[in-house]
């Protein structure tokens, strides 16, 4: 091979890396545009930190109680108030974070990971076997998503594995979600994949002598990460919905364990007369939720070609 030709491969691998650097660069660039994008990832940042060190940021121990300080309103001393056994509102608040954001985020991750390579294997290998997991799936997506959820939960409530309530009932959300889920993520995956495996470029990998394995794994999931990531992101409010309603109807997290969930529901018993307890939490899950949307959004903008030049 002569030295111009050796040089030439040198500059195309070169404009290649920096194409696909490019992609990535431009996504990032048009993403901190998006003021409101940047603003929630901040927000989602200092939510993540504050459920990391629950227990060393709040005030209070989240179930101490003070039978003089019941039902009292936002004060110096108790910035949200206290509820009915003179806990301290904002400490139940942040432990409250520590499960509500721990169950959605990992959750999710979970949930995108088994739909992920479930929708790869059924795009992938098409066929047969596209018809039989995409008809298992079906019969799954079919079930109304609250009452698969409930139904898990019963099951899971009625099986003594753990002696710890609050881990049993972390599990069994965690379960719910997970089985809840994936579905949606496995059908996305499932469709990008159908598309990107008839690209060029897989040709010439299976034409290379690559792997099937090897040409899902390095050519595949990059080219469809974009959607995944924005997927991931509108997967977690749904998550933290699903936890605070699961708690609040009762078959999540019980008192005197704290969440979103069980907040909310403590605080709508007293609405009328003591509106404090329901406005916090009620706060903390739309404004997550809504930073959560906010950035998927941002994220969907960045990583949509057709806005690329706009």
């Given at each position: 091979?002569?030295?111009?030709?050796?040089?030439?491969?040198?500059?195309?691998?070169?404009s290649?890396?920096g194409?696909?650097?490019?992609?990535?660069?431009?996504?990032?660039?048009?993403?901190?545009?998006?003021?409101?994008?940047?603003?929630?990832?901040?927000?989602?940042?200092?939510?993540?930190?504050?459920?990391?060190?629950?227990?060393?940021?709040?005030?209070?121990?989240?179930?101490?109680?003070?039978?003089?300080?019941?039902?009292?309103?936002?004060s110096?001393?108790?910035?949200?108030?206290?509820?009915?056994?003179?806990?301290?509102?904002?400490s139940?608040?942040?432990?409250?974070?520590?499960?509500?954001?721990?169950?959605?985020?990992?959750?999710?991750?979970?949930?995108?990971?088994?739909g992920?390579?479930?929708?790869?294997i059924?795009?992938?290998?098409?066929?047969?076997?596209?018809?039989?997991?995409?008809?298992?799936?079906?019969?799954l997506?079919s079930?109304p998503?609250?009452?698969?959820?409930?139904?898990?939960?019963?099951?899971?409530?009625?099986?003594e594995?753990?002696?710890n309530p609050?881990?049993?009932?972390?599990?069994?959300?965690?379960?719910?979600?997970?089985?809840?889920g994936?579905?949606?993520?496995?059908?996305l995956?499932?469709?990008?994949?159908?598309?990107?495996?008839?690209?060029?470029?897989?040709?010439?990998?299976?034409?290379?002598?690559a792997?099937q394995?090897?040409i899902?794994?390095?050519?595949?999931?990059?080219?469809?990460?974009?959607?995944?990531?924005?997927?991931?992101?509108?997967?977690?409010?749904a998550?933290?919905?699903?936890?605070s309603?699961?708690?609040?109807?009762?078959?999540?997290?019980q008192?005197?364990?704290?969440?979103?969930?069980v907040?909310?529901?403590?605080g709508?018993?007293?609405?009328?007369?003591?509106?404090?307890?329901?406005?916090?939490?009620?706060?903390?899950?739309?404004?997550?939720?809504?930073a959560?949307?906010l950035?998927?959004?941002?994220l969907?903008?960045a990583f949509?070609p057709?806005l690329?030049?706009r």
């Open positions: 091979m002569s030295q111009s030709a050796t040089t030439d491969q040198k500059t195309m691998l070169t290649t890396s194409k696909a650097e490019s992609l990535w660069a431009d996504a990032w660039k048009r993403l901190k545009k998006n003021k409101a994008s940047v603003v929630s990832g901040i927000f989602i940042l200092i939510m993540c930190f504050i459920a990391l060190f629950a227990k060393q940021i709040q005030p209070y121990p989240f179930d101490k109680q003070d039978i003089t300080q019941i039902l009292e309103g936002p110096a001393t108790h910035w949200l108030g206290t509820d009915n056994l003179g806990r301290d509102l904002l139940r608040l942040i432990y409250g974070a520590r499960m509500s954001m721990a169950v959605a985020i990992f959750t999710a991750f979970v949930s995108l990971f088994i992920a390579v479930y929708g790869a059924s795009g992938w290998f098409g066929g047969k076997v596209d018809a039989i997991m995409m008809r298992s799936m079906d019969i997506y079930i998503a609250l009452v698969l959820m409930i139904l898990v939960m019963v099951a899971f409530g009625s099986v594995l753990f002696d609050e881990l049993k009932a972390m599990t069994g959300i965690f379960l719910a979600l997970s089985i809840v994936w579905v949606s993520v496995a059908r995956v499932r469709g990008q994949v159908l598309q990107v495996k008839e690209m060029q470029y897989v040709e010439a990998a299976f034409a290379m002598g792997s394995f090897g899902v794994w390095k050519h595949i999931f990059p080219n469809i990460l974009g959607p995944i990531i924005v997927t991931l992101t509108f997967q977690i409010p998550n933290v919905l699903f936890e309603f699961l708690s609040f109807i009762g078959l999540g997290l008192p005197p364990f704290s969440s979103w969930g907040l909310a529901n403590e709508w018993r007293s609405l009328r007369n003591y509106p404090h307890l329901i406005i916090s939490p009620g706060l903390a899950i739309f404004m997550t939720m809504l959560f949307n950035f998927g959004d941002g969907r903008d949509d057709k690329k030049n």
